[in-house]
């Protein structure tokens, strides 16, 4: 190991500098991990556009990333107690939460009470420093350990694989459920594998272009938004009723618009993209349906509950990584995630 590091430094928004700084180092359980491949999220691209100011992150400069894995390098005070040693393959995810807090006490971290207070949580990447670098410091809450089977570059991918798992789990998919997945990115495919994890009888993914093409490679149904309708489409194939559940990955006023009149009565839509701007949804259907929407944040435990829907190939995170760059290149990495032309799904970049 060196003093210095290479590390992406976001002066302010979409201004992006590859920086030597200081080696991190792990304070009480803490470990510090030398990092392999890191994945860009659609997160990172919102952060780096400013379009959270003040909240992701609460200031410029910042070192964005939150999808990594790696090997454990050091570790800190109390970390070794956990079981951690030196040597350790790991992949990482980015809410260290209170652990104290009620909504922690009931395994929902993702909503830790003390989100953002000094001391008491840190979400990284986004509110504190990310993963963008040659090394990282995490809490032992934080980190899982990577079987040999799984690549580093597979192992940058599962956070996002567990955000999907999570969004399904919120869907309360139960076995023989017709899913509709809203949005044919990354997160999108990932939903849909984790929807026939959790039971699903039939996956249908609407989207459009390249991931829609991905998504029938991947053998599932499709509905293509541009070719007309796609709740007409969708009702069509359920015999008029509609979808039991759908995962909604694309976070745009329209997909949610979709969404909701996609369901059968009863339904229940699980929402984890994240629109930028405020969608208008007619209520009656709601109140007279009884239809459910429920938010899905992030993950609360399933980092390692995918793991082993990794290693069997059953989430195929393997399928997706489409891109990579040295880190000398995010900039090309990130324009290349940004352009709709260039066929990405997820780009892994190597610090």
Known sequence: MTETMQALVVLEPDVLEIQEKPVPEPGPHEVLARVRSTAICGTDAHLIRGDYPGFWPPAFPFTPGHEWAGDIVALGPGAEAFGWQVGDRVAGTSHNACGACQKCVEGRYN???????????????????????????????????????????????????????????????????????????????????????????????????????????????????????????????????????????????????????????????????????????????????ELELVGSRASAGEMRRVIPFVADGRVRVSELITHRFPLAEYDKALATFNDRSSGAMKIIVHP
């Open 111 to 289: 909503l830790c009470e003390n989100y953002g207070k000094p001391g008491l949580h840190a979400q990284y990447g986004h509110n504190v420093q990310g993963c963008d670098a040659t090394y990282v410091v995490h809490d032992v809450k934080t980190i899982f350990k990577l079987p040999d089977s799984i690549s580093y570059d597979e192992g940058a991918v599962i956070d996002p694989a567990s955000i999907a798992l999570h969004v399904a789990r919120r869907g309360n998919i139960q076995p023989g459920d017709t899913v509709v997945v809203t949005g044919a990115g990354a997160i999108g495919l990932l939903a849909a594998d984790s929807a026939l994890i959790c039971g699903a009888a039939r996956v249908v993914v609407v989207g459009r272009g390249y991931r829609l093409e991905k998504a029938a490679a991947l053998g599932f149904e499709t509905v293509d938004t541009t070719a007309g309708d796609p709740v007409a489409e969708v009702r069509g194939r359920t015999g008029g009723l509609g979808a039991d559940v759908v995962l909604e990955c694309a976070g745009v006023p329209d997909t949610l618009t979709w969404a909701m009149a996609m369901l059968r009565r009863g339904g229940r839509c699980a929402m984890v993209g994240i629109p930028t701007e405020d969608v208008a949804l007619s209520i009656q259907p709601l109140v007279l349906d």
